[in-house]
């Protein structure tokens, strides 16, 4: 989820027009649980207006838009005029389910998933929302000479959050696709990162793979390795040649002694992989050994850690940490796999230099149902999307630590889950690459459902049993039991209104056998019978 467009000021003195725009490029519904939008001041750095976007989700083409109450299209969050300050100040969207933002809290970079810091005067400054929110980059001016009319702050460039540069002026477009100039179409970076071969012990090769159009030239471009320990360039590669069209899988580059001439040594990638670190590309041949990591100019990057808990820190804004079993003996890379709409694209896989990656195919795909007890669905309800994410981490590591197959959370596909009661019920697939990961796998999730499992997930105990699991037909066996109670019902209503039928049938009966003596009947005048009737 991003932030896609900001119009903080209004020609005149109405600012009844104003609005911030959010876009999901998956361009479907996207439900907003869990995601915040706080707005700063820069001249004290705290949060002046604050809103939990939880119950709201983006309409069919991925648009979401809060905004003055007069305007039109309607926003789904309406604001009061002149809400948004025209700067300098900052527009930033969160995400989480532990942390309460409030209105009077300092700058944060906690949970933050996008920002934009701007300004209306190109004298103002927001030093610190700079520092905080977009580290190392420059204020955003709507320069309001740009139309007679009203325009905004669209986002042109990229995809990537949290990026200065990603933005231009130009005219305001609410609930729709933004006018960008001819130049700043959104189109995938020219040179992006395919693959990472993290050596394992005495392997004798790494090696990193950029991928592109055959024939994109790299002049300009800089392969960056960070420490994720400080956060520091380790060792900068300019980039030199043109992408290969060539060889088994045309349009890549190969690294360290690779094709084009250009020789990527990554002695410090071994180094990092103690803890974590990343790789990254940049349009900028400027960026000297002990620069802090930085995503002014970055094209792409990918972060890794050699376990889970050192996963993050100095380097999160340039994107998600991928953990990888860097003490394995094999080599083991992490290969590009996921589409542009979903945030985690690098799979756990063998090195493929030079071919296809090897990435999880629905091919092998294991179906995945589970059943685990819980001591309450509240937190599952309420915080659905996390415990889904934390849910597939713990299972993607009990799944590795059984088979040491290669797998990571892009494997668990389409997971999904229901809380009812203590009962967690969850179903999805499990991708392989092969026949024999495939195998594995099913191994797993045979022994997973075969004998109780207790483990930990966000502070709370789950278990896992074969009763658990046998409840999965619970439903149709309540279902079942429920119906049979409803025959019972209608027998007995049904066998009552037979017998009340009987009876009033024998009365019938019995009195035509009987019939009344017609010399006791009084003969009425029509009158009284008309008024009777």
Request: glycine share 10%; proline share 6%.
């Amino acid at each position: 989820l991003l932030i896609n467009e900001v119009n903080p000021d209004n020609p005149g003195g109405g600012e009844d027009a104003e609005y911030i725009e959010l876009f999901y490029p998956g361009r479907t519904g996207f439900d907003l649980q869990g995601y915040w939008l706080v707005l700063y001041n820069g001249r004290n750095s705290r949060a002046y207006q604050v809103l939990d976007l939880a119950g709201h989700h983006t309409d069919e083409l991925g648009y979401f838009l809060v905004g003055s109450r007069a305007m039109s299209p309607a926003p789904m969050i309406r604001l009061p005029p002149n809400t948004i300050q025209n700067g300098a100040d900052a527009v930033a969207l969160y995400y989480s389910n532990t942390t309460l933002y409030a209105v009077n809290m300092a700058v944060t970079a906690e949970g933050l998933v996008d920002a934009v810091v701007y300004t209306s005067r190109m004298p103002e400054k927001a030093e610190q929302l700079v520092k905080v929110l977009v580290p190392g980059q420059s204020i955003l001016y709507e320069n309001d000479s740009h139309s007679t009319e009203d325009e905004s702050l669209s986002r042109c460039h990229s995809l990537s959050p949290k990026i200065q540069t990603s933005f231009q002026v130009t005219v305001v477009t609410p609930l729709a696709e933004n006018v960008c100039s001819i130049s700043s179409v959104l189109v995938p970076p020219a040179v992006r990162i395919s693959e990472l071969c993290l050596a394992g012990g005495a392997a004798p090769y790494r090696f990193a793979e950029l991928e592109g159009k055959p024939g994109a030239s790299l002049g300009g471009f800089s392969l960056v390795v960070f420490s994720g320990k400080e956060g520091k360039a380790l060792t900068s590669v300019p980039l030199r040649g043109t992408i290969g069209a060539t060889g088994p899988q045309p349009g890549r580059l190969l690294g360290e002694g690779g094709q084009n001439g250009t020789n990527l040594t990554f002695e410090d990638i071994s180094a990092a992989s103690e803890g974590s670190g990343a790789i990254a590309v940049y349009s900028s041949n400027l960026i000297p050994g002990g620069t802090k990591a930085t995503s002014e100019n970055l094209v792409d990057a990918l972060v890794y850690a050699c376990e889970p808990s050192t996963a993050g820190g100095h380097l999160d804004f340039l994107g998600p940490s991928y953990a990888v079993p860097c003490k394995d003996d094999r080599p083991v890379s992490l290969s590009r796999c996921g589409s542009g709409s979903t945030e985690m694209q690098f799979a756990i896989s063998d090195p493929t230099p030079g071919l296809r990656n090897s990435c999880p195919r629905d091919a092998f795909a294991v179906d995945l149902h589970l059943c685990l007890l819980t001591p309450n669905c509240s937190t599952w309800t309420l915080h659905r999307r996390r415990m889904l994410e934390s849910l597939g981490k713990v299972l993607a590591r009990s799944l590795e630590e059984q088979c040491s197959c290669g797998v990571s959370e892009l494997y668990l596909q389409e997971l999904n889950l229901t809380c009812v009661g203590s009962l967690v019920k969850v179903w999805g697939q499990v991708w392989a690459r092969q026949p024999e990961q495939q195998q594995a796998i099913e191994s797993w999730r045979q022994g997973f459902l075969a004998s109780p499992q207790l483990f930990s997930m966000d502070g709370s105990m789950l278990k896992t049993s074969p009763e658990c699991v046998a409840l999965k037909n619970a439903p149709s066996v309540l279902h079942s039991g429920a119906s049979f109670q409803g025959w019972e019902i209608a027998l007995c209503v049904v066998g009552s209104l037979l017998l009340m039928s009987l009876l009033v049938s024998l009365a019938f009966y019995f009195i035509k056998r009987h019939p009344q003596n017609y010399t006791n009947i009084e003969m009425n005048d029509r009158g009284e019978i008309a008024a009777d009737f």
